[in-house]
């Protein structure tokens, strides 16, 4: 308690974002000394930080008059109480704080929202109160004011506010989700984005794979292919405007492009090799691919728009893959070239190929943080485990530890990753996630079985 | 599977003789179902179309498909005695193509199989060209583990899905 004052107190003098997750004392890196080298934290994760403990409160959004709206919610005054429900489960779901949400609590008045009345709340032992109002305008869109006060204090931390049209309404509740888990914990926003992933259905030997795609909760779920023809590994472009991914032309693999806007399906290039792998650049100006010739698998890149692509390995063994760091300097890509699948490392080019993973068994698919800071990736020792490493190939850490987990995508802030585990016999999948912790682990709500999530970045 | 079909169709074949037999009483039977078969089995080709996919699967006995050890796309001396059977097949119907279907266990990531199943797919394609076949009548295809045949998750069924399959085109 005497923590989230004096961390409120450091917010308000409005230092950095960077020097408050710092300023957090870091309980888990000295509480488990018997824990082995590679479980300890490293500095750049902040972990549990005392801002994970406090409690957040979560009203029902107040409204000027309870009006029809042409959001799925209902009126105004429904709308209020899903958008609190919404963010009550952004944070409950990633175990981000200790919510409570608008079931429990009194709606305030429409005049509390801007000038709340702390004593109730703080009687009731709450350290953070996010509420709002929502309002609906005359062209049938809706405008939601959110926030963040300091109980304790009795003073406010943040607020915004935003005009959705109606099949939108959820981003406006993600948003303000999002400014809460800033404000508090000192990390960026995550909660207003999306994922691609395959659902799945079917017996073993005969699965059926369709590109679908849902909010970063799993709402606004949709189906983009038919699952006539396999569809796996799909990637979000930067803009949201396209999906790379594989699926099979005349019965053989090959890329194409989902655009989103059109909603039709193009092939990325004619080839008559197979091709994997699709990746886009952090600029989404570039695509990289992986091409077998002869059985000789390499990765290659080439401009999105259309032209020449350029070879950027060129060993005898399977590359393939490849994920691009944020400031789109350098690949992480996979390579068997040493006789085992391992994690390398090159420039934009091609050039300065270097290996990076050094931990026995197989690593494989990597994965470059968009902070920069983490390569998550797949380790195989007998399970398969998630991971993460420093880019240099340092700092081993699992994430994960079941019979195998695979193909770990990041969230936008590079704090969470989701990842795909498939069960041991009966080979069904499902879509988790995990934090940097590894303590909070869950399986996301898909309506059928689901592999390959690919995260997109924060929406434009 | 070879002898067990055999078997069948001897049992077929006694029954035909023996309905045969006692045909001439009841003059307005329903045709039966399997009179086309016997009036088909005239002499002793009885088996299906030579030069047919379901013929190259009858002859191969099981070699159509080649299995690798895990990680490994060599081809060792089993896989040598099979895709020598398939190249003597291939080489008395020399207008048919072949697709070649490189699949792996499920105890690999996603990609990797994929390419790790074209990789070989490509080697019993490189083998069979070296005994002669012409590399123009062979394509390839990789499923990397999306197609198993064996549903298990343990050793055996991985043994049996780390696999090359030859298809015949009809």
Redesign the interface.
Same mark, same amino acid.
Not at chain 1, 203 to 207: D, E
């Given at each position: 308690m005497k923590l989230t004052r004096i961390l409120a107190c450091l917010s308000l003098a409005a230092l950095p974002a960077a020097l408050l997750a710092q300023a957090a004392p870091q309980p888990e890196a000295s509480a488990s000394p018997a824990a082995g080298g590679e479980e300890v934290l490293t500095g750049t994760v902040s972990g549990e930080g005392e801002w994970q403990n406090q409690s957040i409160a979560i009203p029902a959004f107040a409204t000027n008059a309870d009006v029809p709206t042409q959001t799925s919610a209902g009126t105004t005054a429904a709308l209020g109480f899903s958008l609190a429900s919404v963010i009550y489960s952004d944070l409950r779901n990633n175990g981000l704080f200790k919510p409570t949400g608008p079931a429990s609590l009194p709606r305030p008045a429409l005049g509390q929202v801007q000038a709340p009345d702390y004593a109730p709340w703080q009687s009731r032992g709450t350290d953070m109160l996010l509420q709002g109002y929502v309002r609906g305008e005359a062209d049938g869109n809706v405008t939601v004011g959110c926030y963040l006060y300091d109980v304790g204090l009795g003073q406010p931390l943040a607020k915004a506010g935003w005009t959705v049209p109606p099949g939108e309404w959820r981003r406006a509740a993600h948003k303000c989700a999002d400014m809460a888990y800033s404000r508090l914990s000192g990390e960026n926003p995550f909660f207003d984005s999306r994922i691609a992933y395959v659902a799945e259905t079917g017996?073993?030997?005969?699965?059926m794979?369709r590109l679908a795609v849902m909010d970063s909760d799993g709402a606004n779920h949709r189906y983009l292919t038919t699952g006539q023809t396999?569809a796996? !590994?799909p990637r979000y472009s930067p803009d949201y405007k396209k999906i790379l991914y594989?699926s099979y032309y005349n019965?053989?693999?090959r890329i194409y492009v989902y655009d989103l806007e059109r909603d039709r399906q193009d092939l990325l290039l004619q080839s008559k090799n197979?091709l994997?792998?699709p990746r886009w650049s952090p600029d989404g100006k570039w695509v990289l691919y992986?091409m077998?010739i002869?059985?000789? !698998?390499d990765v290659y890149k080439m401009p999105a728009a259309g032209g020449n692509a350029v070879k950027l390995t060129d060993s005898p063994g399977?590359d393939?893959?490849g994920s691009f760091s944020p400031d789109g300097s350098r690949i992480v890509f996979?390579s068997?070239r040493s006789g085992?699948?391992q994690v390398y490392v090159m420039n934009a080019d091609g050039s300065g190929q270097k290996r990076i993973s050094f931990f026995g068994g197989r690593s494989? !698919?990597p994965e470059w943080s968009p902070r920069g800071d983490q390569i998550a990736f !797949?380790h195989?020792a007998g399970n398969?485990r998630i991971a993460i490493m420093d880019p240099g190939g340092g700092g081993l850490r699992y994430l994960t530890d079941s019979w195998?987990d695979?193909?770990p995508t990041w969230a936008p802030n590079g704090r969470v990753i989701q990842f795909f585990r498939?069960a041991?016999?009966s080979?069904k999948t499902g879509v988790w996630q995990v934090d940097l912790t590894g303590k909070n682990e869950r399986k996301l709500d898909t309506p059928v079985d689901g592999?390959?999530p690919a995260w997109g970045p924060l929406r434009p | 599977m070879n002898t067990r079909s055999t078997l069948a169709l001897a049992l077929v074949a006694g029954s035909l003789a023996l309905s045969a037999c006692s045909k001439k009483a009841p003059a307005s039977l329903p045709p039966d179902p399997g009179g086309a078969v016997s009036t088909d089995t005239s002499g002793q080709n009885q088996g299906p179309v030579p030069g047919s996919q379901a013929d190259f699967a009858a002859q191969m006995m099981g070699q159509d498909t080649i299995l690798f050890d895990t990680?490994r796309?060599n081809i060792d001396s089993a896989d040598q005695q099979a895709l020598a059977a398939q190249s003597v097949w291939l080489a008395k119907y020399p207008a048919k193509r072949i $697709?070649i279907e490189g699949h792996c266990d499920?105890?690999g990531?996603?990609?990797?199989n994929?390419?790790?199943g074209?990789?070989?797919?490509?080697?019993a394609k490189?083998y069979l060209v070296s005994l002669g076949i012409d590399a123009g009548r062979i $394509? $390839?295809?990789?499923h990397g583990k999306?197609?198993?045949?064996a549903?298990?998750?343990d050793e055996d069924s991985w043994a049996k899905n780390r696999r090359a399959v030859t298809v015949t085109i009809d």
């Open positions: 017996p073993k030997n005969r699965r794979k396999t796996l !590994t594989l019965g053989s693999p197979p994997f792998a992986s077998a002869a059985g000789n !698998t399977i393939i893959g996979e068997d085992s699948q494989a !698919t !797949t195989i398969f195998q695979e193909a498939t041991r016999g080979g592999s390959d | 990680d796309y $697709t499920e105890r990531t996603r990609e990797y994929l390419a790790l074209e990789r070989r797919a490509n080697a490189n $394509t $390839t295809v990789s999306e197609r198993p045949l549903l298990g998750s």
